[in-house]
């Protein structure tokens, strides 16, 4: 039955437009995420994805349209066309209800795991440090990372810089958390380990908006997927859809080429009984080889995760 009462969007966002210089960017996005929400937006390099990302915590200054978070207005359009900003102390408090994890991993250098995620909340929430530390410790055994507390990012992997980054904007507490390509600058290897996380985090009813490459953690985690071209939403919908059966030729091409150089899952490879069957919903009725090819990538993703899941020690539990 639906609720009597509309609960209205975490972020809600009308007609984002940004430009630099004379190259507009964002042409007008719409977007709107419940909470709980997982949102996956794929796209082409240079379609805006960063960008939306960015102008939804105001690292970037949208040039017109609406933004809220949370019941609170960062931005609308005002007279004569100008884009009008909420005061400085509603923007910052927004912004602490914000996480984000960048591509790059972006921790202080000089810190160590324990002490990048301790910071923001002991400089901007002005919490004490045995607090910040108990709290941040907690958070690195979520990660699987308690035994890397005290080590530096540059004495860690990749994967796990990620993940003491994802610890460091959950000390946050944020309500809701951005992830921008957070996999793509890690060994293929390591991805595995920080799209566990986010899948745990996922389950736990986290709102995430997650740009990603990573089609079978788009198609496996995400409530739904937006492709944009150009700085347009071109096709939205469950992942089903428009993973399984793109309806726009831009999304059809889009994800060929992102298919095609995707690693498969070897020949012969039993698929997982419980991963998704895209045929099994009655509004899919795209190319079955896309399918077929969609399927193994997810099958892939979910037996990486459940071997690490099995190997894990109990240090490098979930979220
Ligand atoms: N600060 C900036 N100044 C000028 N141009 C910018 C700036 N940031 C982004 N752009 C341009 O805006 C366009 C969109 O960039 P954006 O980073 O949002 O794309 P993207 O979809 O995230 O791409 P990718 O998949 O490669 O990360 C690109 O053409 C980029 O060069
Ligand atoms: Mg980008």
Not at 108 to 129: R, S
Not at 269 to 288: F, H, L, M, Q, R
Not at 296 to 302: C, G, I, K, M, N
Request: charged content about 25%.
């Amino acid at each position: 039955m639906a609720p009597l009462v509309k609960v209205a969007p975490l972020v809600k966002v009308q007609g984002l437009t940004k430009s630099f210089g004379d190259n507009q960017i964002l042409h007008g996005i719409d977007l709107e995420v419940a909470a709980g929400e997982v949102i996956s937006i794929i796209g082409p390099s240079g379609s805006g994805k960063t960008t939306i990302l960015r102008c939804l915590n105001l690292l970037e200054r949208p040039d017109g349209g609406r933004i809220e978070i949370d019941g609170q207005m960062l931005c609308e359009d005002g007279a004569k066309g100008r884009i009008k900003f909420a005061g400085k102390s509603e923007i910052r408090k927004v912004r602490e209800e914000v996480g984000m994890v960048f591509q790059r991993f972006n921790l202080f250098p000089h810190m160590t795991a324990l002490e990048n995620v301790i910071e923001a909340p002991m400089a901007v929430k002005g919490i004490d440090k045995a607090a910040a530390k108990t709290r941040a410790l907690e958070l690195l055994d979520s990660v699987g990372l308690s035994h890397r507390a005290d080590h530096y990012p540059l004495q860690m992997s990749g994967g796990q810089q990620q993940r003491v980054a994802i610890a460091r904007a959950l000390a946050m507490d944020p309500r809701v958390m951005l992830f921008d390509e957070v996999t793509s600058a890690v060994d293929p290897e390591l991805a595995g380990e920080i799209l566990l996380v986010m899948k745990q985090l996922a389950e736990q009813g986290m709102t995430m908006i997650v740009v990603t490459h990573e089609m079978g953690f788009a198609a496996d985690v995400s409530d739904r997927v937006l492709f944009i071209d150009h700085g347009l939403v071109v096709e939205e919908g469950k992942a089903s859809q428009v993973l399984g059966a793109p309806q726009h030729d831009r999304t059809k091409a889009f994800l060929k080429a992102v298919l095609e150089r995707a690693p498969m899952a070897p020949e012969g490879e039993p698929i997982d009984e419980s991963a998704p069957s895209w045929e099994a919903d009655a509004t899919v009725s795209g190319d079955a080889s896309h399918i077929a090819e969609l399927e193994s990538e997810v099958a892939r993703l979910r037996q990486e995760l459940n071997t690490k899941e099995a190997t894990d020690t109990p240090t490098e539990g979930g979220v």
